[in-house]
């Protein structure tokens, strides 16, 4: 057994359907394959409609699977109507949702321009609230039980230097999941969140380590387990999150990130970087002086 294998046992999606927003490529895609090989067929949504076509034909090769594309902007709120009114004709069986698609780049706040705030919040926040909303209103009036998965991330609730749009955005996206997950149980639609550490996509690399920048900061040293995530174990999570097997798990979110935030936080991290040899001394020093 290993991280990099898959986890739930075949056919644990069998029957059901997923939406997934920037399903075309990155943590999208594998989870989108993911949920493909247990049995879900799939509707993805992404701007470059391209790129979705040559997902869905991966995956549809793959798996067997029916994989829908709805070339969209998840900032377009008519649009996004027209796509769930035709994914909800072409996939009757449509009850799963995850907020994936995200924008994001890094930069000195003082230098942002009012558009730059708008473009990250306006895919994050308000996005994930459009997507959340529309199925939710298709999954009430076709007395359909839901699950909206969101991907978030560790700031979310720390907050982070240089993406502040990003973690202001995230974090309502938390906040939006603990409301909705205890307002709409009556429906029976239940909401959860990951908060993924780094899990290497060109996508997040591309915007957040621009230029030289991974040489100055590499995330791997700030990880207690020494690596970056596995698509692989990012998907096995989200696909147990979206499946029936996590039917009591409602408004959680739920981090995979090696413990890295944690140690960002801890008073004495620092001290990690400390030789062996300093324990000695000072565990002989503090010997010393209680033996007195
Ligand atoms: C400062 C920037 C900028 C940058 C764009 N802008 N990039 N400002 N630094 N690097 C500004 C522009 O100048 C413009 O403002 C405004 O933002 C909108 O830019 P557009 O290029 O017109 O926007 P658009 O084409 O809509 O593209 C949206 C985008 C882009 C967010 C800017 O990066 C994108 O499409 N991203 C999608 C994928 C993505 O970001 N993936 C990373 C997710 S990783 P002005 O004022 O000039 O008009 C992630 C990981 C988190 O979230 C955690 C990691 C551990
Ligand atoms: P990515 O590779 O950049 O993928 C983002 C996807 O979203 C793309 O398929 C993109 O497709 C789509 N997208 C972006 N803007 C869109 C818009 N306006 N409308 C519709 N689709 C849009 O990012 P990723 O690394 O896979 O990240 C996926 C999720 O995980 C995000 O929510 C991110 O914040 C989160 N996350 C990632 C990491 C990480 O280390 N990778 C860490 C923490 C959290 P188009 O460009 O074709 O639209």
Not at 33 to 54: C, P, T
Not at 56 to 73: F, H, L, M, N, T
Not at 94 to 123: C, K, M, T
Not at 130 to 154: D, F, R
Request: net charge neutral; charged share 25%; proline share 5%.
């Amino acid at each position: 057994m290993s991280y990099k294998e898959e986890m739930l046992q075949p056919g644990a999606l069998k029957g059901k359907a997923a939406m997934i927003t920037g399903g075309g490529s990155g943590l999208g895609k594998s989870m989108g394959r993911y949920f493909a090989k247990l049995g879900a067929d799939l509707a993805i949504i992404g701007r470059n409609e391209e790129k979705l076509e040559k997902a869905a034909k991966e995956i549809e090769a793959e798996s067997g699977q029916k994989v829908y594309c709805y070339p969209a902007d998840v900032r377009d709120y008519e649009r996004l109507s027209e796509v769930v009114e035709q994914a909800g004709k072409d996939l009757p069986h449509l009850s799963i949702l995850v907020n994936n698609a995200a924008g994001n780049f890094i930069s000195p706040s003082e230098r942002l321009s009012h558009r730059a705030f708008d473009a990250v919040v306006d895919i994050v926040l308000k996005g994930s609230f459009y997507m959340t909303q529309l199925l939710a209103k298709h999954w009430i009036a076709e007395k359909m039980a839901g699950t909206v998965l969101s991907i978030t991330t560790t700031y979310a609730w720390t907050g982070s230097p240089y993406v502040v749009p990003s973690a202001c955005a995230k974090a309502g996206v938390l906040a939006m999941t603990r409301s909705l997950a205890v307002e709409w149980s009556k429906y029976k639609i239940r909401l959860n969140a990951i908060a993924p550490g780094p899990f290497p996509t060109e996508g997040a690399w591309s915007r957040l380590m621009p230029g030289g920048l991974a040489e100055k900061f590499d995330p791997k040293k700030i990880i207690p387990v020494g690596r970056y995530g596995e698509h692989q174990e990012l998907a096995n999570l989200a696909a147990y999150l979206v499946s029936d097997y996590s039917a009591f798990i409602n408004g959680e979110v739920v981090t995979i990130d090696g413990g890295e935030w944690l140690q960002g936080a801890g008073e004495f991290s620092p001290l990690l970087d400390l030789p062996e040899v300093y324990w000695d001394q000072l565990e002989a020093q503090v010997k010393r002086s209680r033996n007195k």
